[in-house]
């Protein structure tokens, strides 16, 4: 709810204070969809816990699918009503972003650093933690499930804000140099993220992407306090980054 609520147009024939109560419920549910169906055991059907990360990890591709089977049915069924096929596309756009990559962002990185995750035990073997069984990092018949834990993570995590920064460096701030449309394709895709910021400061939202993805490796990859100084780092870099950049519209 919380993530397809904010991309719909609400009729001015609704009343206001059906409008309002659907926009509180969204502000108050937020649903994690991959931890809902963490565990797919269906009858005699078993599954290990590899094989439900990898579940899991192909969520955010499952619905991207489902999103793209949607937009092309769309474009079918609205083929000769040219703004009614342009309204809806940028509706399923907005869900798209707001879901994939507003929504599941944090989720889906971490899934994907979780098949990456291991700890060394008492006899000096290296185990993956969530089952306690050889590293898949290190060789055997599930290092292909590491190959795919990095795909997803730059696929999840580095890829889209990684475009989303060189449309910003090619086209700079929206508004500045021509009036906001809100309603295009290049806003609801890319240009929002630079719409809190100042103008020196409007790719943030990479940086803070990037912040993300380096406290989600820290969480999964390092033990003890390595990981405890790491973590401490990166939040007091990023609190004298905020205090010498100032980045934000709002003082």
């Excluded at 192909?58 to 999103?67: H, I, N, Q, S």
């Excluded at 399923?92 to 971490?110: F, P």
């Excluded at 999840?156 to 508004?175: D, E």
């Excluded at 295009?184 to 993805?213: Q, V």
Aim: glycine share 8%.
């Amino acid at each position: 709810m919380s993530a397809i609520l904010p991309a719909i147009d609400w009729s001015d024939c609704l009343p206001p204070w059906i409008i309002d109560l659907m926009e509180w419920l969204g502000s108050l549910f937020a649903m994690d969809i991959a931890e809902i169906i963490r565990s797919p055991e269906c009858g005699n059907v078993r599954t290990t816990v590899r094989m439900r990360w990898l579940f899991r990890s192909m969520m955010p591709l499952g619905l991207a699918m489902v999103l793209g089977v949607w937009a092309t049915c769309i474009k079918c069924w609205l083929s000769k009503r040219k703004k009614a096929r342009h309204s809806s596309m940028l509706t399923i756009l907005r869900i798209a972003v707001q879901l994939l990559l507003l929504g599941m962002y944090k989720t889906a990185v971490l899934t994907s650093l979780t098949i990456l995750s291991c700890e060394t035990t008492e006899k000096g073997d290296r185990v993956l933690a969530m089952d306690q069984k050889p590293c898949p990092i290190d060789g055997g018949p599930d290092q292909l499930l590491a190959v795919l834990g990095i795909m997803f993570v730059v696929v999840y995590g580095v890829m889209p804000y990684g475009a989303i920064a060189i449309k910003l460096c090619q086209n700079g701030k929206p508004g500045v140099k021509k009036k906001i449309n809100r309603n295009s394709a290049g806003f609801i895709t890319y240009g929002w993220s630079a719409m809190p910021y100042r103008k020196h400061a409007y790719l943030w939202e990479c940086y803070n992407a990037l912040i993300i993805i380096v406290m989600s490796a820290g969480s999964e990859l390092i033990e003890g306090e390595s990981r405890a100084l790491m973590h401490a780092s990166i939040a007091g870099f990023s609190l004298l980054m905020h205090a010498l950049v100032r980045p934000y519209e709002d003082w």
